[in-house]
């Protein structure tokens, strides 16, 4: 982490005002707290600014100072003591590379080292063609798969080198790499396929027996299994698509 | 109030339940170190200094955090008890101050905190000695610019946020911040601006550590080098309690005193950095205009003057007009040659004030300072406090965190750092509450402790005595005063405000017209038709010199400031710092400025300026050194026998009814505070190049204060 200061006058917006539909949502979380207490909406509406425009801007602070009814200092302090904010203009796609502890010993050096190669050699730093720009995050807790980064709202797990610079030349040919491991097993199971719970009866009765009668159908047990709802088994999203 | 039994150190106390463990430790005697813990700031805990041994806690306790009332007795009844220099708690301040210093620089022999550092001594008694285990590069921070006053060197910041907490919490100026976390944490104010308060100067007082030092007094002087006075500001008329620190004859720099009666602690801008203006622009010797240019003379050649002039002058073509600065000793000096030259025509009233000299409660702030915390509605009438009183300002602040009160305002409106209600900025506004069909006059009725402040904006109108009649009658309609203040035993709401130092004092010596006098007007208007032959000045530069018409005028004073220059004779006289002198504050309080250090050249304490010139008039005055002046004071005035806030006598109704005089209100003038530059009120503060400073850059420049 190095000191943080707002981006330098020639890269900053001339101003800032939230999209119709980012207000609305805006408007929600103010509404959420008592009257007197609106500044508590800070982080919010600085994270919706940052949806919107990808960074944290002087406009936008000042904006969101003026909306809270808050001095420009305070949010000031908020946005650059949260690391999450970016207080300068990111790639379209913001690769964040997790090289906390377990992602760093399963390789997340290489991962590093293909973002450096790919995107810039220094992170923070949009690439020439603008179209992405990467950094180091701490822990996103997705550890089981490490090595691991994220873009946008998407994980992208058990990379290497290789996959990670196939994984920027995808999102450069404006493709949408498919979330989630990277390296063909389903979420967290092992590579070759879950080796253990196999037998789904067993499953069906353990799960079924706190319900009335216990009676559970083979098309119920499918979908207890196997439909759980795992990010990378949601089907096909596009990465970054919130911004 | 409840209280609760704490054994400290072995001594078993009694502590009130409303106080911090840290404020029983020293009332038991003990000492505890502290950097973020301030007693008039928010508790913020970050410092871990003030860390105590609770034996039975499974951890040891931030003692400023921890409130009595939380501290629990053991489970055999007997009292808790508290360590607060065992094993544990000195291990724990070694590592705190260890983990301090990891980033702290080691520059003290060239930081100006150097010698009344708190961190230096406390390391000294709480550091490990010859000891340590860091030998990686310090952390280095980006300087800040912060204005005019203060000079940051970011490196040896603690990160304790008093800065923070005071512009936040008391200057109410939320301009101050800590950006980043952790070790990347740094103070600043927004994108480096500067920090626009009139009482900025007092995060330097604040600033533990040389991270905020005082800009005007970079590599001035060290603090064993400065000799200490204890003495009373004359920036304004709340008479701040100070110490000027002098080396040789030089004022290096002023700073607060505690008093929790009137400063608390804070001093303004004006107060703490108009020093400058003591060595500029001097009146070091006597001069005499010949052939329309002034000339250096000597003090016998200008009495020779001032004699011969007044020798062919009647004493009805003379007057005097005494200035915002003066003390009461020459107030009383002028006042008895004048008397005895048989001149009526005195006023103390520069600015034009409409008040009268009696009863005495019509002319102070009978609330008293610190009174005004009980008040739970304010109604300022035509009075900018921000500028005119900075730290009373500061006070309604605090009485506005933490108090219900309301406050509301007629006449201009101010940004004061806090809500005040805007009831009209005319006279027609104040007819209406005393009228009672104002809306808000049903809120006055209902209050049970209000208190008005009326201030220059209205009492110096030419319409002024009418509209101190109406505040009086308001302050008796609405229960402030008079037979009508039923509600609170003893409370008294009528508060006049006063800009200059000297009004109180000249007041209650009664330097107002004699019968048939003339007063500040009829003087100035006397001079231009050539009634009014001769004027003198004694430091008044307020008033317009241009109406002085052809009048001899003979100007005492310490600048060369309007007055000097419209002057005839010049007396070189002593300025607040270079003599002993009394001051009566808007209050009443009485109170001794002392001498820090001998006034310039040829220059002389006023008094005896005044008693020398007597003597060449041939009307000797009848005292012949200080303690004669203050007995002839005392005899005249019995409250100038004794210092301090004289018993004010009780609420006699026909002492309301004489505030003031009945007249016609003109309704429609706005009623806006006189003073147009807060830092350029006085001849003192006009000469000092930091109070320009301040002004062109606070005043007339981009970053104007938000109170004009």
Known sequence: MSVRRLAPDDVQPSSFSFDPANKDRVEQWIAKYPEGRQASAVIAALWIGQEQEGWVSKPMIEHVAGLLHMPFIRVLEVATFYTMFNLAPVGEFLVQVCTTTPCMLRGSDEVVAACKKHIHPRPHTVSSDGKLSWMEVECLGACVNAPMLQIGKDFYEDLDGPKTEALIEALRRGEVPQPGPQNGRHTSEPLGGATTLLDRRAIIRVSGAGHDGGQATEENAKVMVEGSPTHGAAGPTSPGTTR | ?708
Request: hydrophobic content about 40%; some cysteine; proline content about 4%.
């Open chain 2, 1 to 708: 109030m409840a209280s609760r039994k704490l054994i400290i150190d072995g001594n078993e106390i009694e502590a009130e339940d409303t106080i911090t463990l840290l404020q029983a430790c020293e009332q038991a005697g003990a000492e505890i170190p502290r950097f973020c813990y301030h007693e008039r700031l928010s508790v913020a805990g970050n410092c871990r200094m003030c860390l105590v041994e609770w034996v039975g806690a499974p951890k040891l306790q931030a003692s400023c955090a921890l409130q009595v009332r939380d501290i629990f007795p053991n489970k055999d009844g007997t009292p808790a008890k508290i360590n607060t220099n065992s094993a544990p708690v000195k291990k724990a301040r070694e590592g705190a101050m260890e983990f301090l210093l990891i980033n702290h620089p080691l520059d003290c022999p060239i930081c100006d905190q150097g010698g009344e550092c708190d961190l230096q001594d406390q390391a000294m008694a709480y550091g490990r000695a010859s000891f340590h285990r860091f030998n990686e590069n310090k952390r280095a921070v980006e300087n800040k610019y912060m204005g005019p006053l203060i000079k940051t060197i970011m490196t040896r910041c603690i990160q304790c946020t008093r800065c923070v907490r005071f512009a936040t919490e008391v200057a109410g100026v939320s301009e101050l911040g800590a950006t980043g976390r952790g070790e990347e944490m740094e103070i600043t104010t927004y994108l480096q601006q500067a920090f626009t308060s009139e009482l900025s100067g007092n995060v330097v007082d604040l600033c533990p550590v040389g991270a905020l030092t005082s800009r005007p007094y970079a590599f001035n002087a060290r603090p064993w080098e400065l000799r200490k006075t204890e003495s009373i500001d004359v920036m304004d008329g709340m008479g701040a309690n100070i110490r000027v620190d002098t080396r040789g004859r030089q004022v290096m720099r002023v700073l607060p005193r505690n008093n929790d009666e009137i400063n608390e602690e804070w001093i303004s801008d004006k107060t703490r950095h108009a020093r400058d203006g003591l060595s500029c622009q001097r009146l070091d010797k006597p001069y005499v205009r010949r052939n329309g240019k002034l000339v250096a003379a000597s003090w016998v050649e200008a009495f020779a003057a001032i004699s011969s002039k007044m020798k062919t002058c009647a004493p009805q073509r003379m007057a005097a007009i005494v200035g915002d600065l003066a003390g009461a000793e020459e107030i009383k000096a002028l006042k008895d040659l004048m008397t005895g030259l048989g001149v009526v025509n005195l006023d103390c009233r520069q600015d034009g004030a409409k008040l009268k000299s009696t009863p005495r409660q019509g002319y102070l702030f009978n609330t008293t300072i610190a009174g005004v915390e009980a008040a739970d509605l304010v109604l300022y009438i035509g009075t900018n406090l921000r500028w005119e009183a900075p730290v009373l300002n500061a006070r309604m602040r605090k009485l506005w965190l933490n108090t219900n009160v309301r406050f509301a305002n007629i006449g201009k409106a101010y940004d004061l750092t806090y809500p005040v209600a805007q009831l009209g900025e005319s006279a027609d506004v104040l007819q209406a509450l005393v009228d009672g069909r104002h809306e808000f006059a049903d809120a006055l009725k209902e209050a049970r402790r209000p208190m008005l402040i009326v201030g220059a904006g209205a009492y110096c109108r030419p319409d002024g005595a009418a509209l101190l009649k109406l505040a009086a009658r308001l302050a008796m309609d609405t229960g402030m005063i008079g037979p009508a203040g039923i509600h609170e035993g003893g409370w008294n709401g009528f508060n006049v405000l006063h800009t200059a130092a000297s009004r109180v004092a000249g007041l209650d010596l009664g330097f107002v017209p004699g019968d048939a006098g003339r007063d500040l007007d009829g003087i100035l208007s006397g001079a231009q038709s050539g009634e009014i032959e001769l004027v003198y000045l004694l430091g008044a530069d307020e008033l317009d010199t241009t109406k002085l018409g052809n009048a001899f005028v003979i100007y005492q004073g310490t600048h060369g400031d309007a007055g000097a220059h419209r002057a005839d004779v010049i007396l070189p006289g002593a300025a607040y710092t270079e003599k002993s002198g009394l001051y009566a504050n808007f209050e009443g309080r009485l109170q001794m400025a002392n001498r820090a250090g001998f006034p310039p050249g040829d220059a002389k304490e006023d008094w005896a300026i005044l008693r020398a010139l007597s003597d060449v008039l041939g009307q000797p005055l009848p005292y012949d050194d200080i303690d004669g002046v203050r007995r002839a004071l005392s005899a005249q005035c019995a409250l100038y026998g004794s210092l301090g806030m004289p018993e004010l006598p009780g609420a006699d109704p026909g002492i309301w009814n004489a505030i003031g005089d009945t007249g016609q209100v003109d309704g429609g003038l706005s009623l806006a505070s006189p003073i147009r530059d807060f830092y350029l009120t006085n001849p003192i503060a006009r000469a000092s190049e930091t109070m320009a400073e301040c002004s062109r850059l606070f005043v007339t420049g981009d970053l104007k204060l938000a109170a004009e």
